[in-house]
Structure formats: structure tokens, C-alpha cells
Nanobody, 114 residues
Framework: QVTLVESGGGLVQAGGSLTLTCKRT????????MAWYRQAPGKQRELVAT???????NYVDSVKGRFTISGGSPGNTLYLQMNNLKPEATGVYYC????????WGQGTQVTVSS
């Protein structure tokens, strides 16, 4: 069993910054990709950023240049540095780890006030 625990969310004013952390514990399994997703109120969960086991990263267009994903497999901690936050970034942010199975954390709330 793999457990993912996110932290670092909170309330921040527009233009501010937050760093989210996702700590992975449990059975040592091969993880190919880790990612951050977010779910805004009343909307579906969407992919924000991914990082592969060799460090390749991808971002949704709306966060390029402002968010940075780092860490992940083969390490046990994933990060998301979020700068110049906008109110539309508000939502619950989830960590995902994907190997032969897909694992999710419980989420951390990010609220950006205008």
C-alpha cells in the first residue's frame, strides 16, 4: 500500500506564493510519474503538472512560468512551487503517483483571494 499525504495549502492573496508538499510512504513500488491535480469548486479535477521518474516535467498552459513541480520518484517527496497565484487557482490540490497502480492523496485546500 502506498500512502500520499499533501500539505502546504492555505489562504493567500493574489500574487502570493505557496509551496505544496506530498510525502509518499508505504510499500516500495515502482512509480513512473507523479503529478499534481486540482479541483475547483463545482468543477472536475484537472491536471496541473507532471514529473516523470527521469525528471521530465509538463504543465497545463495556465500555470506555465508560475508553477514548478519537483521531486517525486525515485524520492519520496513531491513539491509544487506556486508563484504569482491567481484567484482561479483556488481549489483542492491532489497528489498522484502512477505506476502499475494509481495512488491519490487526500488533498490540500488552496484559496487565493482577490
Amino acid at each position: 500500500q502506498v500512502t500520499l499525504v499533501e500539505s502546504g495549502g492555505g489562504l493567500v492573496q493574489a500574487g502570493g506564493s505557496l509551496t505544496l508538499t506530498c510525502k509518499r510512504t508505504g510499500v516500495a513500488v515502482r512509480i513512473n510519474t507523479m503529478a499534481w491535480y486540482r479541483q475547483a469548486p463545482g468543477k472536475q479535477r484537472e491536471l496541473v503538472a507532471t514529473i516523470s521518474s527521469v525528471g521530465s516535467t509538463n504543465y497545463v498552459d495556465s500555470v506555465k512560468g508560475r508553477f514548478t513541480i519537483s521531486g517525486g520518484s525515485p524520492g519520496n517527496t513531491l513539491y509544487l512551487q506556486m508563484n504569482n497565484l491567481k484567484p482561479e487557482a483556488t481549489g483542492v490540490y491532489y497528489c498522484q503517483a502512477a505506476g502499475s497502480l494509481v495512488y491519490w492523496g487526500q488533498g490540500t485546500q488552496v484559496t487565493v483571494s482577490s
